[in-house]
Nanobody, 115 residues
Framework: QVQLVESGGGLVQAGGSLRLSCAAS????????MQWFHQAPGKQRDLVAS???????DYADSVKGRFTISIENTKNTVYLQMNSLKPEDTGVYYC?????????WGQGTQVTVSS
């Protein structure tokens, strides 16, 4: 079982930056991929960024060039650096981890971008 705890959300003006963190604990061995999802108010949850245990990354078109996902293996933590934030980036951001075919989810962290 993997436990995930997100942090770093908050209120920021458009054009600003935030860095989200996701700390993994429990059975973190053999995690092969971690991802960030975004759920805007009243919308479905969408994949924002993904990173494999080899360090390869992938991004949604809407965040390419603005968001960066990274991982610090010694701390079992994945980060999402969010720059040039837009009001449409508002919502809850969830961290997920894939281990032995099962996805674990965090509780989410709220990001609000004011115009």
């Amino acid at each position: 079982q993997v436990q995930l705890v997100e942090s770093g959300g908050g209120l920021v003006q458009a054009g600003g930056s935030l860095r989200l963190s996701c700390a993994a604990s429990g059975s973190t061995d053999s995690i092969i991929r971690m991802q960030w999802f975004h759920q805007a108010p009243g919308k479905q949850r969408d994949l924002v960024a993904s990173i494999s245990n080899s360090g390869s990354t992938d991004y949604a078109d809407s965040v390419k060039g603005r968001f960066t996902i990274s991982i610090e293996n010694t701390k079992n933590t994945v980060y999402l650096q969010m720059n040039s934030l837009k009001p449409e980036d508002t919502g809850v951001y969830y961290c997920t981890a894939l281990r032995y075919g099962l996805w674990s989810w965090g509780q989410g962290t709220q990001v609000t971008v004011s115009s």
